[in-house]
């Protein structure tokens, strides 16, 4: 079992730039897959971008270009960096994590959640 923690959300105006951390506090994140993912009022959950265990990147069509998600094993933290914000971007974000290193954009994929961050984006 893992605790995942996810930190960094707020407030911010459209075309403003923000950065998400996934943390665990028990666990090294270096062993696991890891996922970020969005829910807004009134929709599903849906992918934003992955990363592996050897870093390599996954990212939804709505996001590329804009987001950027990576990760510091020597910090235990996976980072979403997310850029040119758009008022449609607000959701609460959810890291996950999965021992496995395919089909990362699925939520099924993942085994560990974290509790979510909100995001708001005004314009």
């Known amino acids: 079992q893992v605790t995942l923690v996810e930190s960094g959300g707020g407030l911010v105006q459209a075309g403003d730039s923000l950065r998400l951390s996934c943390t665990a506090s028990?666990?090294?994140?270096?062993?696991?897959?890891i996922g970020w993912f969005r829910q807004a009022p009134g929709n599903e959950r849906e992918s934003v971008a992955a990363?592996?265990?050897?870093?390599?990147?996954y990212y939804a069509d709505s996001v590329k270009g804009r987001f950027t998600i990576s990760r510091d094993n020597a910090k235990n933290t996976v980072y979403l960096e997310m850029s040119s914000l758009k008022p449609g971007d607000t959701a609460v974000y959810y890291c996950a994590a999965s021992d496995w290193s395919d089909y990362l954009l699925l939520s099924n994929t993942y085994q560990h959640w974290g509790q979510g961050t909100q995001v708001t984006v005004s314009s």
């Open positions: 990363i592996t265990r050897r870093k390599l990147t």
């Open positions: 028990e666990r090294t994140l270096s062993i696991y897959s």
